[in-house]
């Protein structure tokens, strides 16, 4: 290569860098450029809508810019993950508020995938880690899982669990504790946490597996008996609440966390731009409080901790599924 090609070479690759950097600082400040759609892959009065309407008054504040909240529910949560994943602009102008059961559990549960959650989402940051409670209406008359599991091995029909709908972690919950004492309970699926809630509140349906933090107002208010939590431990929101272990059913552990995801080619400096600012509105105190009252404790982390935990779980939920025997057509 003579000396002319060499100081072309070099010249097209010093700009070729400069190039980089300036798409880069542009891309950071730039964005956000207009509104922001929140989408929530199910309907509103669950918990994850819930979130979603906590964090939206914060967002807005720190961006500038509106938020605004578009619940997408249907099919355990993938119909709204799937828009995002496959037909919002990859441009971060669009997250989704990513949930357990379309991230990690949906793949091994549904025949038939709308999107791949490991190379078609970008995760942001991990908003949450909430135990399932299995709480039944007071009507019932149980106060113990001991009682309860008795009371469904000699009727079982008298005890149909609601869910938040076919895949979600409720029905998935379901599933395992029947496989656990040996009862093929009956599931009753709605659209949504918050119109299955209702119905068990009401006394429609005696039994539900829930998240906590959708669940415990109600709890609180004595409109639901809780019987045991799905996590290693007692949950601090409701210490009086024995685990599955302590209550007698070793093994039975479930977690629904959530998070931010946007669509992957999503560029990084805005992918960490939108970490950053939810790593600022944890750092409030009154908010981690509000947040806290959910049931959950604050565990925002960096987007390669949220992605680890996607993949991590996609196989160990995965393998809970089958051994479960659920699907969903």
Known sequence: MNRFNRRALMLATVGAGLALSAHTALAQSAWPNGPIRFVVPYPPGGPTDLMARLLQPELQTRLGVPVVIDNKGGAGGNLGSAEVARQAPADGQTMLLAASGPMAVNASLFKRMP???LTELEPVVQLSSFPLVLEVHPSTGIKTLKDFITQVKAQSEKYPYASAGNGTPQ???????GKAVGVRMSHVPYRGAGPALNDVVGGQVPVMFDILGSSLQHIQAGTLTPLAV???????ALPKVPTFAEAGLAGFELTAWHGIAVRSGTPAPVVQKL???FL?????PAFRKKWEALGTPVVAGTPEQFG???????VRLGRVVRESGATVD
């Open 115 to 117: 999107f791949n959650a």
């Open 308 to 314: 680890a935990l996607i993949r991590t779980e996609s």
């Open 171 to 177: 029905h998935l919950a379901g599933e395992i504790f």
């Open 275 to 277: 970490n950053a600012t």
């Open 280 to 284: 600022a509105i944890f750092k409030d």
């Open 230 to 236: 799905t996590s290693a431990t007692r949950s601090p």
